[in-house]
């Protein structure tokens, strides 16, 4: 015989809330979290609220492939790379853009900034900016002193590395003041460009054969005085096949070197040499030494980036299931004084799946794998290298993306994947949180946002302050309104932004016993704003699709945003509660939807309660 059951009020608080979980079905998520909140963001003290907004600044002919800024003589730069042409833009919305350059490739590019420079790989060609113009490095590329102390016949001693990005090199004689020919040493040259004889550059008295590969001087030039150097230097260019392209077709790129310094770049993404990269000399990003080059792993796998780990670099590589994905750059100075960067495996199993899938938090260093974001990491008991998930809480969501053309970066605590016009968001502002008790792997709260159709993005700082722009497949560049005060910061180029957040399809503890919400005595409590308001919908275990409940504002005084067709009074800037009066009848479970959707309005959700009473044991 069924028990009787008491009808006494029972109430259900919903607050403290986290973030998103799309890990599990919508009745079986933690109170504190939503199954469903697009557009929301924890605010300082971790409530949800509505994200900003963004808004167009410039549209240019193209998509856009990167956008870059960089500090000459005190004022920023940016420039956009859209379509095939590389601009500087002026977000002053009055001075129009200035073309830099043109030809490059319509594919997304990266950039670094070394050496007073801003050095931008394209997969075709390098190029440098150096605050006035752009031109291609190859152009002023270091022709390296390869030979000295080498005598007119030939021998000598080896110094300098051939340039990967030019022919050019020069040689340094040591005159025996009876030769008349010189010997280089490659034969078949493209031409000889100069030639000095103490420290003066002769226009003539000199031919050169190319073919053999010598210069011959009309006059002996004299020897020089007991114990003085090398007085003859010929600069000549031999092109190596190839060689160019080594450099050139690079599309991923960092500054390291020694001791974790910033005075070398480090090159790779070239598709003809996939698991190779490159490394500039000192402080020189116009010459890569032919022997600075590394092999790292099998040619299966691609090296696809990079991330500082302390004194060390991790070189990033896609994930065949079988080799390490993750290896490990040292960088010291031999008894020469030459650089040397050694490199060893460190792990498997955290392969990256895109070339601008890379961000942090702290100083936690992230990757978009084909699992999840993966944090590099030291085992606390062993102190061996292991990777750990930290998006546990979207990964269903968010591997159902195409992730090779996913962007990220590090934004405001935060670690932000744009992907599909759809942005994951890993808090690290928030408290961690476990999968499991005894799992010493935690994972980051995380949010989701929708209507952004980023196909670039730039973190920008300038006076302590982070701005965020991103660049669009249709040739738009855009900001995040996080510079504009009070209401207008929430719209989408003008467009209303739908945030939600969604509790979880709640069975009160017991799923066979029939629920009624009173009519009475059910509120969400909202964050004040100058104009806020929310809808409230329902959904119980009868419903296919949720309807509307309840509908309120919540509008704090003020003359600047004064609407006279909902004129409010209120000048407490305290929460609020919008009631929802609305009995519902015999359910076994209830979702309750908060929602705003309005253009130029706040919204935050502080709390939810609603008060109810259990009936009879369900049937089914």
């Not at 000295?148 to 990005?165: D, F, M, Q």
């Not at 994905?325 to 060893?344: I, N």
Request: include cysteine.
């Amino acid at each position: 015989m069924a028990r009787k059951q008491g009808a006494a009020i029972r109430t259900k608080k919903y607050e403290r809330f986290r973030g998103v979980d799309f890990t599990t079905d919508p009745a079986l998520v933690d109170d504190a979290r939503s199954p469903w909140a697009p557009n929301m963001v924890a605010d300082m003290g971790g409530m949800p609220e509505k994200r900003p907004g963004w808004r167009t600044l410039q549209t240019f002919d193209g998509r856009v492939n990167g956008l870059f800024d960089a500090v000459f003589d005190g004022t920023a730069h940016r420039l956009v790379h859209a379509g095939t042409k590389l601009w500087r833009w002026y977000e002053d919305g009055g001075t129009p853009p200035a073309l830099l350059a043109e030809h490059l490739p319509d594919a997304r590019s990266m950039a670094v900034y070394m050496g007073g420079m801003l050095w931008l790989f394209t997969g075709d060609g390098l190029y440098c900016y150096d605050g006035i113009a752009v031109r291609d490095a190859a152009e002023d590329a270091y022709a390296p002193l390869t030979v000295i102390a080498r005598t007119p016949a030939g021998g000598g001693v080896s110094y300098e590395a051939v340039n990967l990005l030019t022919g050019a090199q020069r040689v340094s004689f040591l005159a025996d003041g009876s030769s008349t020919v010189y010997v280089l040493p490659c034969e078949g040259l493209d031409s000889v460009d100069a030639v000095e004889v103490n420290g003066e550059r002769l226009t003539a008295g000199w031919s050169a054969d190319l073919t053999a590969g010598n210069v011959t001087f009309a006059a002996a030039p004299a020897a020089p005085a007991a114990g003085a150097e090398d007085n003859v230097v010929i600069t000549f260019t031999k092109t190596v096949p190839g060689y160019a392209g080594r450099i050139g077709r690079c599309r991923a790129a960092i500054v390291w070197g020694v001791g974790a310094a910033s005075d070398r770049i480090v090159a790779t993404g070239n598709p003809d040499y996939p698991n190779y990269d490159f490394i500039c000399a000192y402080a020189n990003g116009g010459y890569w030494p032919d022997t600075s080059y590394a092999v790292i792993g099998t040619d299966e796998t691609a090296v696809m980036g990079y991330r500082r780990l302390g004194e060390y670099l991790a070189v990033i590589k896609e994930d065949n299931g079988q080799d390490s994905t993750v290896f490990l750059r040292s960088g010291a100075l031999d008894d020469d004084g030459e650089a040397r960067f050694p490199v060893k495996p460190c792990l498997a199993g955290a392969g990256a799946v895109s070339r601008f899938g890379f961000g942090s938090i702290g100083d936690e260093q992230l990757l978009l794998t084909g699992s999840g974001v993966y944090a590099l990491t030291t085992n606390s008991l062993t102190a061996e290298r292991i990777a750990q998930n930290r998006s546990f809480r979207v990964d269903p969501k968010l591997l159902s993306e195409d992730l090779s053309e996913a962007v990220s970066c590090s934004y405001n605590g935060a670690y932000l994947i744009f992907v599909g016009g759809r942005v994951y968001g890993l808090d690290g502002r928030q408290s961690r949180s476990y999968q499991s008790r005894g799992d010493m792997s935690f994972v980051y709260e995380c949010f989701y946002w929708e209507n952004v159709p980023a196909r670039c993005v730039l973190r920008h700082m300038e006076n302590g302050r982070e701005s965020l722009y991103f660049g669009t497949a249709d040739g738009r560049v855009c900001r995040f309104n996080t510079d504009i005060e009070g209401m207008a910061r929430y719209n989408d180029d003008g467009a209303a932004i739908e945030a939600v957040w969604s509790t979880r399809a709640d069975d009160d503890g017991d799923p066979m016993v029939y629920k009624t919400l009173l009519k009475h005595g059910n509120a969400v409590t909202i964050k004040p704003y100058a104009c806020s308001g929310a809808k409230i919908f329902f959904r119980t275990d009868r419903d296919a699709v949720a309807w509307q409940a309840a509908e309120g504002t919540m509008d704090i005084f003020s003359w600047e945003t004064i609407d006279f067709s909902r004129v409010a009074f209120n000048t407490n800037d305290g929460p609020s509660e919008i009631a929802f009066r609305h009995a519902v009848k015999k359910y076994k479970r209830l979702q309750i939807l908060v929602k705003n959707d309005a253009v130029n309005e706040g919204f935050g959700v502080y709390a939810i309660v609603k008060h109810y009473a259990a009936g009879k044991f369900a049937r089914e």
